[in-house]
């Protein structure tokens, strides 16, 4: 072998797998919005069989020999090149420390587990399901062992879903959150609260599908190469650089919900529609970590998206399309509306205030359970144990606690804190874009979100996964990752909406 | 090799097969339902190395020889495994007969030809498109020739969509219906044209949106199994027989359109779903021929659907629906514009009378320029002769003339006239279904088509693709296929509606 065929190899295998990603990712899109529900039987089927299949190729002995062979003469590879062979090489060595009959065991258990959740969650019935989810941590507690026998099986979990990213580094970032945002919080419930009742008044829902279209164009991404559609749960999903969806969700009676899920998960389709067009196609196209995507999410839905710059950009148009729903409300009554704080029981509806504390109880639990010192039948105490201590809401059942999450039923154990991190990245990026680009201006100049957009791009967006993200966090804002950005930010806002001292 | 053996490696074969026919299915449907036209060429890419291996499993040495074995051992399988291998094998034996380089060679050329069409018929340039048709011509008649060396090469052709189908027959019956038709058709744009003018107010979609559920809902439609879309042009599209999509074009200024996609496409979403439960992932899924599937969808579109007693049905929904559009309209007056009749130029948008004598040019130009008559460049001339003499309309333009249909860009040769006949074919089943089912009553008791339904499942639908439709047609009817059927239903229905003699 030499690096040209081994590379030649390399990429026509990639190109392979490409086309069933791109099919899966196909059959998976139209699975959440146009499939009709009885066809899941024979669906899955056919999933298995194409997944098995995608398997094959890629722990196929050309593909690992190729890889092996790169790997070996990796200093005589251009960076780009050298940085995905790492990574793919990364993947298939954990995959390679786990006997293949417990990879194959392990999928059957999350495919039974997110069946056994999805009914759990429907009866409220957590015994159910406590002994897949008591499975799930055990296996991958088990599986981390394997791959790094000497490494706390946490860290290797987070780790995996964050580069670098430790309990360590995780317990003192929480530990910042809980003493700066749980007081904040409480001091909140004590104040007047504000009036968002017209966002509950009713917003016909083919009025909001246009409402959708406009947020799109203010955001200035291109729909050309972007999609929206309608789901149970809004998720972004990019086939590749030029072929991103979005999805939605309309409630009747809440005009924010739909409009922040856009906004949302318009973040991501920029990251992905702005990756560098070098890497299309190959293992550096998307973004850098699910962490760094939710940094970008948020930074739209959050810190963008509930401005009071972007919310008198977008007023005029909500004044037109819901006139009679926005009687007598104002722009700063909308304002103040959008950035309504108050403790509450489910995270995917949690305010930009009190959605990291949602994350640190499922950190503290993962740590638990890792650790030992939880088993699955002692989740539902410690979690109402939880709510009511940091956000003193009181956990009515356990479908509306520690079942509300699919994470955990789908094998995703480590996975959450990176929400959490996102937010705060957002936060220190935001303090290093004030400083090059007069946010406010750039809006109300261009009427959109373009030169936000474009100033992400340079310094972020463009470089897909080539970096890791707490790299990229640091060339990007000349600092390495610092809580303090975030929860000042959220300080300042949440003191000046609520009128706190 | 045995029996056992042979089969079992056929089965696995074709799961595997199915798993792939369902991905690539799904990145169609997606492709016109949902993805943004930025992702063409990476879906193009995708697609053309699915269909690749997809091709590579269907013609690989192992399912070739599998075949080969239970063709030769046929008449020790059951009834049902032997057609199946039947038909797997005539379409490997035409296969088979294609020099690789030759076949890959069209397969480029219908991929460049469809572009070629789109572009001719959105310049309305004719020219720039005729050197691709002559070579698609060409090149189906060269394969004819090669797979059937004494064989009409446009008998092949049409025995490739309907069993059994040739020139002689197409001619007999093209004749009986330019007889009986044209005349009727020159007699009705001499009469006081009916009053439709109310279906072209303002239908507003969303509420066009919820008429389609209620149609699907009247035809007793599952739709746990079938989901309804929206694309450019109707069309049918099934997984599975858990699996059927159907689609519909909304028009803001036509109410009539989408409502009759949604009865024609329902139709046939009817018969996939009614195919028999012992064929399902097996070759004998779904219906008999395209000319079959068209009988039903066009028996439900015009001789259920414009028939009284289905007008009754939905009329009180219509009135509630659109209370403003149909205000001083009867329910006469709906059965009446429902069934207006006027040549006209487009095939997809002609009425159920006049619509045959769009197939029949289509059929006569087929005949033409297989057997040399034709050359490409004189179709533009042969087509506007043809529209001139049989439905008396000037075409005024290409786009609107020969460029408007898909079918010979994509490589269809011979299928046009499985829509003629798939309308004759229904018109015998209806009178052998009125002998044993009073219909009217039918739909009135139930309030749907469910027993329209239950008849056609019993005598069409369950057989799946277990017999030629002509077998079907006399295992249904009793009789062979009688054209007079058709031409005595359209005369007394076009003579009581336009009061001819």
Same mark, same amino acid.
């Given at each position: 072998?030499?690096?040209?065929?081994?590379?030649?190899?390399?990429?026509?295998?990639?190109?392979?797998?490409?086309?069933?990603?791109?099919?899966?990712?196909?059959?998976?899109?139209?699975?959440?919005?146009?499939?009709?529900?009885?066809?899941?039987?024979?669906?899955?089927?056919?999933?298995?069989? !194409?997944? =098995?299949?995608?398997? &094959?190729?890629?722990?196929?002995?050309?593909?690992? @020999?190729? #890889?092996? %062979?790169? *790997? +070996?003469?990796?200093?005589?590879?251009?960076?780009?090149?050298?940085?995905?062979?790492? !990574?793919? =090489?990364?993947?298939? &060595?954990?995959?390679?420390?786990?006997?293949?009959? @417990?990879? #194959?065991? %392990?999928? *059957? +258990?999350?495919?039974?587990?997110?069946?056994?959740?999805?009914?759990?969650?429907?009866?409220?019935?957590?015994?159910?399901?406590?002994?897949?989810?008591?499975?799930?941590?055990?296996?991958?507690?088990?599986?981390?062992?394997?791959?790094?026998?000497?490494?706390?099986?946490?860290?290797?979990?987070?780790?995996?879903?964050?580069?670098?990213?430790?309990?360590?580094?995780?317990?003192?970032?929480?530990?910042?959150?809980?003493?700066?945002?749980?007081?904040?919080?409480?001091?909140?419930?004590?104040?007047?609260?504000?009036?968002?009742?017209?966002?509950?008044?009713?917003?016909?829902?083919?009025?909001?599908?246009?409402?959708?279209?406009?947020?799109?164009?203010?955001?200035?991404?291109?729909?050309?190469?972007?999609?929206?559609?309608?789901?149970?749960?809004?998720?972004?999903?990019?086939?590749?650089?030029?072929?991103?969806?979005?999805?939605?969700?309309?409630?009747?009676?809440?005009?924010?919900?739909?409009?922040?899920?856009?906004?949302?998960?318009?973040?991501?389709?920029?990251?992905?529609?702005?990756?560098?067009?070098?890497?299309?196609?190959?293992?550096?196209?998307?973004?850098?970590?699910?962490?760094?995507?939710?940094?970008?999410?948020?930074?739209?839905?959050?810190?963008?998206?509930?401005?009071?710059?972007?919310?008198?950009?977008?007023?005029?148009?909500?004044?037109?399309?819901?006139?009679?729903?926005?009687?007598?409300?104002?722009?700063?009554?909308?304002?103040?509306?959008?950035?309504?704080?108050?403790?509450?029981?489910?995270?995917?509806?949690?305010?930009?205030?009190?959605?990291?504390?949602?994350?640190?109880?499922?950190?503290?639990?993962?740590?638990?359970?890792?650790?030992?010192?939880?088993?699955?039948?002692?989740?539902?105490?410690?979690?109402?144990?939880?709510?009511?201590?940091?956000?003193?809401?009181?956990?009515?059942?356990?479908?509306?606690?520690?079942?509300?999450?699919?994470?955990?039923?789908?094998?995703?154990?480590?996975?959450?804190?990176?929400?959490?991190?996102?937010?705060?990245?957002?936060?220190?990026?935001?303090?290093?874009?004030?400083?090059?680009?007069?946010?406010?201006?750039?809006?109300?100049?261009?009427?959109?979100?373009?030169?936000?957009?474009?100033?992400?791009?340079?310094?972020?967006?463009?470089?897909?996964?080539?970096?890791?993200?707490?790299?990229?966090?640091?060339?990007?804002?000349?600092?390495?990752?610092?809580?303090?950005?975030?929860?000042?930010?959220?300080?300042?806002?949440?003191?000046?909406?609520?009128?706190?001292?």
């Amino acid at each position: 072998m030499d690096i040209k065929t081994a590379l030649e190899t390399y990429r026509s295998i990639q190109k392979k797998l490409n086309a069933y990603g791109f099919a899966t990712t196909a059959v998976y899109y139209d699975s959440v919005t146009a499939a009709p529900e009885g066809g899941e039987k024979e669906r899955n089927d056919a999933m298995e069989i !194409l997944s =098995n299949i995608t398997y &094959e190729i890629e722990t196929s002995p050309e593909m690992l @020999e190729a #890889v092996q %062979y790169l *790997v +070996l003469h990796k200093d005589e590879l251009d960076a780009e090149t050298k940085r995905e062979i790492e !990574l793919y =090489n990364k993947q298939s &060595e954990y995959m390679k420390c786990i006997p293949q009959e @417990e990879y #194959v065991a %392990y999928g *059957v +258990l999350v495919n039974e587990a997110t069946s056994a959740w999805r009914r759990a969650k429907n009866n409220n019935d957590f015994a159910a399901f406590a002994p897949y989810l008591q499975k799930i941590f055990d296996t991958n507690k088990k599986f981390s062992l394997y791959y790094k026998p000497d490494k706390d099986p946490y860290d290797t979990l987070l780790d995996g879903y964050e580069k670098g990213l430790t309990k360590e580094k995780c317990d003192e970032f929480f530990s910042e959150l809980r003493e700066t945002i749980v007081p904040l919080v409480k001091k909140i419930v004590k104040t007047k609260q504000i009036d968002n009742s017209f966002m509950f008044r009713n917003y016909p829902i083919h009025i909001q599908h246009e409402f959708s279209d406009y947020i799109m164009e203010k955001m200035a991404i291109d729909k050309k190469y972007c999609a929206i559609g309608e789901t149970e749960h809004p998720f972004t999903l990019n086939f590749n650089k030029h072929d991103v969806r979005i999805t939605t969700h309309y409630y009747e009676n809440d005009f924010a919900s739909s409009m922040y899920s856009v906004v949302h998960e318009g973040g991501h389709a920029l990251y992905e529609l702005g990756s560098g067009d070098k890497y299309e196609g190959t293992g550096l196209s998307g973004g850098a970590s699910m962490a760094m995507h939710e940094t970008i999410s948020r930074y739209y839905e959050n810190i963008i998206g509930r401005s009071k710059t972007f919310i008198s950009l977008i007023f005029p148009k909500v004044k037109e399309l819901f006139h009679e729903q926005f009687s007598g409300v104002t722009e700063e009554d909308f304002y103040r509306a959008a950035n309504y704080s108050e403790p509450s029981l489910i995270r995917t509806e949690a305010d930009e205030l009190t959605y990291t504390l949602h994350i640190m109880i499922r950190y503290e639990i993962e740590c638990g359970m890792i650790s030992g010192e939880y088993k699955a039948e002692d989740l539902p105490r410690v979690w109402a144990e939880k709510y009511r201590h940091y956000l003193g809401v009181e956990v009515p059942d356990d479908a509306r606690g520690v079942l509300q999450d699919s994470h955990w039923s789908g094998g995703s154990v480590g996975y959450f804190p990176s929400y959490a991190l996102g937010s705060a990245y957002g936060a220190q990026i935001f303090e290093t874009m004030k400083k090059e680009l007069d946010i406010d201006a750039a809006i109300r100049d261009t009427g959109d979100l373009s030169k936000i957009n474009e100033w992400l791009e340079e310094h972020i967006f463009r470089h897909g996964a080539m970096y890791d993200s707490c790299d990229l966090l640091r060339m990007c804002t000349g600092e390495e990752f610092n809580a303090k950005y975030y929860t000042e930010y959220l300080k300042n806002k949440y003191s000046a909406i609520y009128g706190l001292e």
